[in-house]
């Protein structure tokens, strides 16, 4: 199987109620982050998505949360952040918790480079993949307009990233990521996309952001998919930045 804080905080709030959750998953980055980022529960019950040579691994994984100094420091010297890290040394590209149908073992996954894939609108990623002589036919495309947005900058108004199933009779497709303006370095970004479900059709990891030193990553799978989509939002994960 294989493929051929405040104004800020504002912003983010209000792009998440966009993206209503399909069902209870949590989602986690290793690292250090902001007390008010998250969710970071510790615990086990957790999976991790390791890169390893050739692809990806979903090994379980127990989480550890300490204090510790905010990535950008604390004017009062305390220790307001906190560190969430796990046992493996190698470090995943995303925890999740909570989602169905996961098993430990290797993972169908489309080779994307770490620091993630900037789409143009016009161009297009070919997630087709073939399990048990199935093939699923599905691309995601972006769509926007070139345009001026300030003085001497330029990028694109009404971005967005739309996954495309040809496989179905109807050729049915669902928008995974909408901002209102962006720029080749701080619009949306796909860092992961494959089967982590195991169901042979694209689930999807993003940071549907368009703040450049910020992050929104949402956990997209087709098993969780509701009637009229084709991937489900199972999980969030947002940092505020500075």
């Not at 399990?131 to 694109?156: H, I, N, P, Q, R």
């Not at 209102?180 to 701080?186: A, G, L």
């Not at 030193?213 to 799978?221: A, E, G, P, T, W």
Request: charged share 20%; with cysteine; hydrophobic share 35%.
């Amino acid at each position: 199987m294989g493929y051929a804080i405040s104004i800020l905080a504002i912003a983010f709030l209000a792009l998440s109620a966009d993206y209503a959750v399909s069902e209870p998953t949590e989602i986690a980055k290793v690292g250090t982050w902001h007390g008010s980022e998250g969710p970071m529960s510790p615990g086990d019950g957790w999976w991790g998505l390791f890169p390893v040579e050739g692809g990806y691994v979903l090994e379980s994984a127990e989480v550890t949360v300490v204090p510790d100094s905010p990535p950008m420091g604390d004017k009062t010297g305390g220790r307001t952040g906190k560190k969430l890290s796990i046992s493996q040394k190698t470090e995943p590209l995303f925890l999740v918790r909570g989602a169905n149908r996961l098993k430990e073992g290797p993972v169908v996954s489309l080779a994307l480079p770490p620091e993630g894939t900037f789409l143009y609108p016009g161009q297009a990623l070919n997630l087709t993949q073939t399990k048990e002589g199935v093939t699923d036919l599905e691309s995601l495309v972006a769509l926007g307009t070139y345009a001026k947005l300030e003085e001497s900058y330029y990028g694109f108004s009404g971005y967005r990233l739309r996954l495309i199933s040809e496989t179905s009779p109807t050729r049915e497709s669902q928008v995974v990521a909408s901002v209102s303006i962006c720029d080749p370095y701080s619009g949306p970004r796909i860092f992961w996309a494959g089967d982590l479900d195991g169901d042979g059709k694209t689930d999807l990891f993003l940071d549907i952001s368009k703040y450049e030193i910020n992050s929104h990553f949402v956990l997209y799978l087709s098993s969780a998919a509701k009637e009229g989509e084709l991937v489900g939002l199972v999980g969030e994960w947002i940092t505020l930045g500075c």
